[in-house]
C-alpha cells in the first residue's frame, strides 16, 4: 500500500526535494559566501552518498517525485556521478536536476546524459569578465559561458540564474534578455537573499518590480508566459525571441503559498523554508539507527510544523548571522 502524501497545514504538497551533496565551492560569490575563512564542513560530517541515497528514497516513497542536486558545488563531491546514477533508479523519482556554477560541467554531459538528466541551472550572474570575477572571485568567464553552449547543443534544458544587484549586474540585464532572442535558455532573474555566509546584509536595491520595470522599459511588447502552479518565476518572453526569461521574488516571497520544497543540507538538516532554522538533523538521527518508520514520523512531524511563509519562517530564527547559501542548499 502506498504511503500518505506530505502535505502541510496549508494544503500544499512536498514533492521537491533540494538535496545539497556538498558545502564546498571552488567559487567564492560575493552574495553566497565570504572570501576568505567558510568553515567548511570536515568529511565526516557530510552525509555520505549511502545516507543520502536511502533518504533520497524514503522521501521518494512519500510522494517526493523531483529532486534537485545543489551544493555548494555539486561537481567538487568525488563520487557524484555514480551517485546520480544511483539516484535515478529510484522508484516514483521521475526527475533529476542539477544546479551548477558550470565550472564544472563540461567534462560531465556525457555522463549527465547517460543517466538521463535533461535539465540543468547554471549560475551567471554576468556576461562580463570583470564584472564576473568580481562576483564570483573566480576568473573562469570563458569556460563557464562556453559550458552553457555546450549544453544546449547537447540538448539540456538550460536555465541560468542570475542573482541582480546594484552595483554588481545592472548593466547585464538587458544583455541576458537579448541572449534568448537566438538561443533558447531560460534566463532567471533573482533577488538577493541574506544567505552570504556574514552577518551583514543590506536589503536589495532591486527588487522584482524594478527588474521587471528596467527590462520593460526596453522591450514594451513583452510576453507575459503561463507558468506552473508552484514556479516561483513569473515569466516573460519578448516577442519573436527563441528563450524566455523570468524573474523570482527570491527575497519579497511572493510565491509561498504554493510552495513545493523541502530541504536536505549537506549534513543532514532538513528545513520545510529556506529562511526558516532547520527542522532536524536526520544524518543526527540515521547514526543513531531510526529505523525507515522512525525518520519518517519525525520528517511528518517537521512538515506539519511547516510556517506559513517565508516571512513566518524567518520570524523563528534568532541568530543574527546568515547562514550561507551553500550550507542550506539553494
Ligand atoms: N554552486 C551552484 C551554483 O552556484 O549554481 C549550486 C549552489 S548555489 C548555492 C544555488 C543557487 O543559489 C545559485 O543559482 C546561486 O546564484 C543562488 N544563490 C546563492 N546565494 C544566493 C543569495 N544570497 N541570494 C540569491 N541567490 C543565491
Ligand atoms: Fe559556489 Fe554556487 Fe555559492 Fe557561488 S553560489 S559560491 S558557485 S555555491
Not at 522591450?219 to 525571441?241: A, C, D, I, M
Not at 522512525?294 to 541568530?319: C, H, T, Y
Request: net charge neutral.
Amino acid at each position: 500500500m502506498s504511503k500518505s502524501p506530505l502535505i502541510d497545514k496549508y494544503d500544499r504538497q512536498l514533492t521537491y526535494l533540494r538535496l545539497s551533496v556538498t558545502d564546498r565551492c571552488n567559487f567564492r560569490c560575493y552574495y553566497c559566501m565570504p572570501e576568505e575563512g567558510m568553515d567548511f564542513a570536515a568529511r565526516q560530517e557530510l552525509l555520505s552518498f549511502d545516507e543520502m541515497y536511502n533518504l533520497a528514497s524514503l522521501f521518494c516513497s512519500l510522494g517526493v517525485n523531483k529532486i534537485r542536486i545543489t551544493g555548494g558545488e555539486p561537481f567538487v563531491r568525488a563520487g557524484i556521478i555514480p551517485f546520480l546514477r544511483r539516484l535515478s533508479k529510484i522508484p516514483g523519482l521521475e526527475e533529476i536536476t542539477v544546479t551548477s556554477n558550470g565550472s564544472l560541467t563540461s567534462a560531465q554531459i556525457k555522463a549527465l546524459q547517460e543517466i538521463g538528466i535533461r535539465k540543468i541551472n547554471i549560475s551567471l550572474d554576468s556576461l562580463d569578465r570583470e564584472r564576473f570575477f568580481r562576483i564570483t572571485r573566480r576568473d573562469r568567464f570563458e569556460s563557464v559561458y562556453a559550458s552553457i553552449f555546450q549544453l544546449l547543443e547537447s540538448g539540456f534544458g538550460v536555465k541560468l540564474n542570475c542573482v541582480v544587484a546594484e552595483d554588481k549586474n545592472i548593466q547585464d540585464i538587458i544583455p541576458f534578455v537579448e541572449l534568448t532572442k537566438k538561443h533558447p535558455l531560460v534566463v532567471r532573474f533573482l533577488e538577493e537573499m541574506p544567505f552570504n555566509g556574514s552577518d551583514t546584509f543590506l536589503l536589495p536595491q532591486w527588487s522584482h518590480r524594478e527588474i521587471y520595470q528596467h527590462i520593460q522599459d526596453h522591450y514594451p511588447g513583452l510576453e507575459k508566459l503561463q507558468s506552473e502552479p508552484t514556479s516561483t518565476s513569473v515569466n516573460y518572453r519578448v516577442p519573436g525571441y527563441k528563450g524566455t526569461f523570468g524573474i523570482i521574488p527570491s527575497f519579497s516571497r511572493t510565491f509561498c503559498g504554493t510552495c513545493n520544497r523541502i530541504r536536505l543540507g549537506a549534513t543532514g538538516e532538513f528545513r520545510t523554508c529556506l529562511y526558516g532554522p532547520p527542522s532536524l538533523n536526520l544524518r543526527d538521527l540515521v547514526r543513531q539507527g531510526a529505523s525507515p518508520e522512525e525518520l519518517e514520523r519525525e520528517i511528518r512531524v517537521a512538515i506539519s510544523n511547516r510556517e506559513k511563509d517565508g516571512f513566518a519562517a524567518e520570524a523563528s530564527v534568532s541568530q543574527k548571522r546568515h547562514e550561507s547559501m551553500s550550507v542550506l542548499g539553494g
